[in-house]
């Protein structure tokens, strides 16, 4: 069974910086795509970032490119989001999860989990002044 445990959020004003990480127990993520998800009070899940730990290849929405960066620690078998220049819009629960991959070449993740309702407890993050 997959599981992931989200941690690293908090408090931060407009501008600031947070480091998420998701750490794998009981599989090795380079087996793997791992996706970042956050939900806002009110609204419903929507994709941040996603990485394919088998080439390394990554993909961030749009709302989020320039400003997030995932990234994989093989050997801690963590999955990072580097968040930067946070803004208010930002502040959500934020999930990791396994995702799906395409069938092309090379292989990319995409913003869609492999199990359906597989969060996990997330971590809060809140940007606020």
């Known amino acids: 069974q997959l599981h992931l445990e989200e941690s690293g959020g908090g408090l931060v004003q407009p501008g600031g910086s947070l480091q998420l990480s998701c750490a794998a127990s009981?599989?090795?993520?380079?087996?793997?795509?791992i996706g970042w998800f956050r939900q806002g009070a009110g609204k419903e899940h929507e994709g941040v970032s996603c990485?394919?730990?088998?080439?390394?290849?990554?993909h961030y929405e749009a709302s989020v490119k320039g400003r997030f960066t995932i990234s994989t620690d093989n050997a801690k078998n963590t999955v990072y989001l580097q968040m930067n220049s946070l803004k208010p819009e930002d502040s959500a629960t934020y999930y990791c999860?396994?995702?799906?991959?395409?069938?092309?070449?090379?292989?990319?993740?995409?913003?869609?989990?492999?199990?359906?309702?597989?969060w996990g407890r997330g971590t809060q993050v809140t940007v606020s002044s």
């Open positions: 999860v396994a995702v799906l991959m395409t069938a092309g070449i090379p292989p990319m993740c995409v913003m869609r989990p492999i199990e359906e309702n597989s």
């Open positions: 990485i394919n730990n088998e080439n390394g290849m990554t």
């Open positions: 009981g599989f090795t993520l380079g087996d793997y795509a």
